[in-house]
């Protein structure tokens, strides 16, 4: 699948159809994920794999009871390594930098996920010392995502987008990009 199909056809999934992920989907997944850019090439991501339905049911109430994320066959957290970044760059590294390189790394498994044909949705709304406390993470690891993953039980409409427009600035912000 070309790049630009995944980033414009990839959807949200919140139904899934009940499956079991194989060993080589996941790690084509995962795969994808260590490949992401990271500040220094600190690499600051560890990823917790939860496929234990009780323990699912665990993060989908610490996720604000989205009681949806249960019907995946598994929900990936990505979680920095908060020492890593920070021993390098402080507390930018700490605050900014872990959470950048750890997005790029969850976007990397929604489109790889996406190319062979599995559905996910991207969990920022839970309660982080919950989840903390479900997958036993050390003081240094800290949760900032979740990701819903599984054969998709729907197909959603593409979403609305504003505009290019709207939304790049040349030069100074309010000065209009023209194409």
Avoid at 25 to 38: C, D, F, M, N, R
Avoid at 108 to 132: H, K, P, Q
């Amino acid at each position: 699948m070309e790049v630009y199909e995944a980033i414009r056809g990839r959807r949200s999934i919140r139904s899934y159809i009940p499956s079991k992920l194989s060993p080589e989907q996941l790690k084509y997944v995962l795969e994808a994920a260590i490949w992401a850019p990271s500040a220094g090439n600190l690499q600051p991501w560890e990823f917790v794999v939860v496929d234990d339905k009780d323990n699912m049911r665990q993060l989908a109430r610490a996720s604000l009871n989205q009681m949806w994320m249960t019907e995946a066959s598994a929900i990936i957290a990505v979680c920095a390594d908060v020492d890593r970044t920070g021993a390098i760059y402080g507390e930018r590294g700490r605050r900014l930098y872990a959470i950048q390189d750890c997005a790029a790394a969850t976007q990397n498994m929604l489109l790889a996920s996406y190319s062979i044909g599995l559905g996910t949705c991207w969990v920022g709304a839970f309660y982080e010392e919950e989840v903390r406390r479900v997958l036993k993470l050390p003081a240094n690891v800290r949760p900032l995502a979740l990701i819903t993953i599984g054969q998709p039980g729907e197909r959603p409409s593409p979403p609305h987008r504003r505009s290019l427009r709207e939304v790049v600035h040349h030069n100074l912000f309010g000065r209009p990009w023209s194409v």
